[in-house]
C-alpha cells in the first residue's frame, strides 16, 4: 500500500542547533515529494518539493531535503534552528499513477532558546 | 502559482445544522481537493472535485455528509450536512497546478 510515514511525531532542539525531521515513503516507481509547515493557525505552507530532478533540494528559509532511492527516505534539515521555525511539519507524497495525496502524521518542531 | 481563498474563515455552529464552506482559486484548475484536520491531527482527504463529473469520495466519507459541488474550473463548495460535535475541524482547500499543492487558508469549524 502507499504511504508515508514520519517517524517523530515531536522534536525539540535547541536554537542554533541542526534540525532533522525524518520521513519515509513506501517505494513506488515515480513519487513527488514535498515538506509543508504550518504554523498555529495559519495555513499551509510549501517548504520545497522533489520531482525527479536533482536529489538535493532547497528550499525556503534555510530548510533542505535530499531524496534517497535506495532508503526510500526524504529527510527534512536545516543547519541552525531559529525561533521561528517551531510549527507542525509535514511530509507529503504524491504517486503520480493515482494522483492521490497522502500526508505523513506531522512533526512537531520546538525550540528551546 | 495559484492562491486559495475560502470563506468563512471560521464559523460556530448548531448540531443538526449545515453549513457550506467556499473555495475559490485565482487560477484555472482540474484538480481541487477538500481536507480535514482535526485538532492536533494531519490532514484526512475527503474527497477529490474534477470539473463536469462527479466527487470521489475516500473511504468513511459520503457524499450525502459532505455534498460537493464544482461548478467550474475556478470555485467548489463543501457541505457538512446535519453536523455533530465530532465534525468540529479544520476544513482545507487544495488544488494541484502544475505538479505543485496548493492549500486554502482553511475554515475552523466548531459544532456546538
Known amino acids: 500500500a502507499q504511504s508515508v510515514t514520519q517517524l517523530d511525531s515531536h522534536v525539540s532542539v535547541s536554537e542554533g542547533t541542526p534540525v532533522l525531521l525524518r520521513c519515509n515513503y513506501s517505494s513506488s516507481y515515480s513519487p513527488s515529494l514535498f515538506w509543508y509547515v504550518q504554523h498555529p493557525n495559519k495555513g499551509l505552507q510549501l517548504l520545497l518539493k522533489y520531482t525527479s530532478a536533482a536529489t538535493l533540494v532547497k528550499g525556503i528559509n534555510g530548510f533542505e531535503a535530499e531524496f534517497k532511492k535506495s532508503e526510500t527516505s526524504f529527510h527534512l534539515t536545516k543547519p541552525s534552528a531559529h525561533m521561528s521555525d517551531a510549527a507542525e511539519y509535514f511530509c507529503v507524497v504524491v504517486y503520480s499513477s493515482a494522483s492521490k495525496i497522502i500526508f505523513g502524521s506531522g512533526t512537531r518542531l520546538s525550540i528551546r532558546p | 502559482s495559484a492562491v486559495i481563498s475560502q470563506k468563512p474563515s471560521r464559523d460556530i455552529c448548531q448540531r443538526g445544522t449545515s453549513l457550506t464552506i467556499q473555495c475559490q482559486v485565482d487560477s484555472q484548475v482540474t484538480m481541487m481537493f477538500w481536507y480535514r484536520q482535526q485538532p492536533g491531527q494531519s490532514l484526512t482527504l475527503i474527497a477529490t472535485a474534477n470539473q463536469g463529473s462527479e466527487a470521489t469520495y475516500e473511504s468513511g466519507f459520503v457524499i450525502d455528509k459532505f455534498p460537493i459541488s464544482r461548478p467550474n474550473l475556478t470555485f467548489s463548495t463543501l457541505t457538512v450536512s446535519n453536523m455533530s460535535p465530532e465534525d468540529s475541524s479544520i476544513y482545507l482547500c487544495?488544488?494541484?497546478?502544475?505538479?505543485?499543492?496548493?492549500f486554502g487558508p482553511g475554515t475552523r469549524l466548531t459544532v456546538l
Open positions: 487544495s488544488a494541484r497546478l502544475a505538479e505543485e499543492q496548493f
